[in-house]
């Protein structure tokens, strides 16, 4: 399957739990990996499993990474349909309020372009006592098998 | 083969290392840090019951398990090795050691007891291995001044109860003693108004979760998140709360007075008004910034820097040590990645060669190795009270002897300290 990783990150903890992905994933599938910063919304492809890696940042803000791709999502306001991701997001539970903000956004954005999710949307506390690849790497596993039914459908 | 020196395995020090490894990744790079343990500020200056933010560690935990960086711990730039050794090994040398020092409020009566710097008292609580046995007192009034999240992070410490420091690092010592001071009353004091206040405005709303502290802000007036959460958490009062917390803006400190020791502190309005503001008080924390770095000559070094961080041909600088005290995590990870990228510049189609890794295990043979902080990392976890999630060991010599306890135990230590590295 070919899959793309893209990460919003602050301190860079979300960029290494996408690049932790991608190594996981290597050896059976063709994983690559890119800063959300760097991402042209044009650039989403059907037939590519879409991974958002996205922590939360300040007051349940996107963290900068993540930031200009929202900004180029809104202004240029992409038909997704047929598109297909999955979400991952990073958080603390000390901030609970706005503790999964960051990935809930992302879901936000992807869906308001008529993008399909699979797989649920889990995020990691970094107060909490599982490292993010504890949490992510069974956690794609299952979305790997969602997603190939999902892919076959929007083809 | 480029070969760097990082002098300083704080935050600055270890993204600069990992942003040079994505630009130059056959570099050898070497951290040098002046105590046995690496992560500076996110062990010691980040505050303990903010777990969560110190998860960048394991980021850097991945410089030196996987991307073969080394660790001279115990090394003091300067007594144990020169800065001209330490270039004359490496293509280029980055200065990130930090400020360290409390900025001084420049007012009669600053050195009465009862004065303590925001510094040194996070290097108490933290444990660090310089405030070994030191308690600065704090007795039942304490004023904080200052306006930025060093304040929010002394105070929150010191509004909390024994309970809500479950899952943190602060020893129960410590917390014991936070605690049997018996604080009642804590001043937050700005020089500017609210709208000017440095605040982060999520640590200001973590403030209304304490369970055991009002809280009163007066004269926060204005726009802005910072005025906002100001006045979100102004009348939290959880029931049986044993202190209070007020925050004032708009005032100049004056003088602090008292005979033996501090008594009351005495503020001017800031607004010209003449105004004026006496708090009696047993302790005044002075939370307004850090300053340092003189022992490495860093006003003359940073005379003629340019804005990425070159000092001098192969000598650089990163962090705070560059860009002085401000900043959190993220702005220091850009800098850092600002800074690798000149230095990557200047490297690409090096020719010569130098030492590296090899000159600095010849000169520096009794620094702690990763190998040595992981058998102190362990000891700390292992020493862990079930509410906590560590114990640290607050002594250097402590720190060291576990340290070298395995090449203690092996008489030909040289070998074996290669092999770990």
């Known amino acids: 399957m070919q899959i793309a990783i893209l990460y919003g990150t602050e301190t860079g903890n979300a960029e290494m739990l996408a690049e932790d992905i991608a190594a996981h994933l290597d050896a059976e599938h063709e994983a690559s990996v890119s800063n959300l910063a760097d991402f042209d919304p044009a650039d989403f492809r059907p037939g590519v499993l879409h991974v958002i890696v996205c922590s939360t940042y300040g007051d349940g803000e996107l963290p900068a990474s993540a930031q200009p791709f929202a900004e180029r999502m ?14 991952f997001g990073m958080g603390d539970s000390e901030y609970s309020e706005t503790f999964n903000h960051g990935g809930k956004r992302m879901e936000e954005i992807m869906t308001a372009g008529g993008a399909t999710m699979v797989g649920a949307r889990v ?3 970094a107060s909490g006592d599982d490292l993010p690849d504890d949490l992510a790497l069974p956690w794609i596993d299952e979305v ?3 997603a190939e039914a999902a892919l076959d459908r929007a083809a | 083969m480029a070969r760097i020196a990082i002098v300083g395995a704080g935050p600055s020090g270890c993204y600069l290392a990992q942003a040079l490894l994505k630009a130059l990744p056959d570099a050898e790079i070497n951290i040098l840090d002046r105590l046995p343990c690496p992560y500076g500020l996110v062990r010691y200056g980040v505050a303990p ?3 969560g933010t110190k998860g960048v560690i394991r980021q850097f935990e991945r410089l030196f398990e996987r991307q073969g ?7 003091t730039l300067g007594r144990d090795i020169t800065l001209e050794a330490l270039q004359a090994a490496h293509n280029a040398v980055v200065l990130a050691t930090g400020l360290s020092d409390d900025r001084r409020l420049g007012i009669p009566g600053e050195d009465l007891p ?3 710097g925001a510094g040194r008292l996070t290097r108490a609580w933290n444990d660090h291995p310089d405030a070994e046995g030191d308690e600065p007192p704090l007795g039942r009034r304490v004023v904080i ?6 304040a929010i992070d002394l105070l929150r410490l010191l509004a909390k109860d024994d309970a809500e420091f479950d899952g943190s690092d602060l020893s129960s010592a410590r917390s014991r003693a936070i605690v049997a001071a018996g604080v009642e009353s804590i001043e937050v004091i700005g020089r500017g108004s609210a709208e000017q206040a440095r605040f982060d405005p999520v640590m200001l709303r973590e403030l209304g979760k304490l369970g055991a502290a009002r809280i009163s ?23 049986g709360a044993r202190r209070s917390v007020t925050f004032r803006f708009g005032w100049t400190p004056r003088a602090l007075l008292g005979d033996t020791r501090l008594e009351v502190a005495q503020f001017v309005a800031s607004d010209g008004s003449g105004a004026e503001l006496r708090l009696e008080c047993d302790s005044f924390l002075t939370a307004i910034g850090f300053e340092g770095g003189e022992d490495l000559g860093r006003p003359a070094l940073l005379t003629g820097a340019s804005e990425d961080g070159a000092l001098a041909p192969g000598l650089y600088a990163a962090g705070w040590f560059r860009r002085g005290p401000r900043g959190t995590i993220p702005e220091n990870r850009q800098d850092a990645q600002l800074v690798a990228s000149r230095i990557a510049a200047d490297l690409s189609g090096l020719g010569s060669v130098r030492p590296g890794r090899e000159a600095l295990a010849r000169q520096l043979p009794q620094a702690v190795s990763y190998a040595g902080w992981q058998r102190i990392d362990e000891a700390e976890r292992a020493a862990s009270p079930p509410t906590r999630c560590r114990q640290k060991i607050p002594s250097m010599s402590r720190m060291l002897e576990i340290a070298r306890n395995e090449a203690g135990a092996r008489p030909t230590d040289t070998a074996s300290q290669k092999g770990e590295r």
Request: glycine residues 14%.
């Open chain 1, 74 to 87: 809104a202004a240029a306001q992409p038909d997704l349909s047929g598109i297909v991701f999955a979400v």
């Open chain 1, 144 to 146: 790997l098998a969602l």
């Open chain 2, 49 to 51: 019951d903010h777990q």
């Open chain 2, 217 to 239: 802000v007066i004269e926060a007036h204005g726009e802005g998140k910072v005025v906002e959460a100001l006045q979100a958490i102004d009348g939290h009062a959880p029931a």
């Open chain 1, 123 to 125: 995020t990691h506390d």
């Open chain 2, 145 to 150: 001044m200052g306006n930025g999240n060093v």
């Open chain 2, 114 to 116: 009862g004065v303590i």
């Open chain 2, 69 to 75: 960086v080394a660790f001279f711990g115990g090394v």
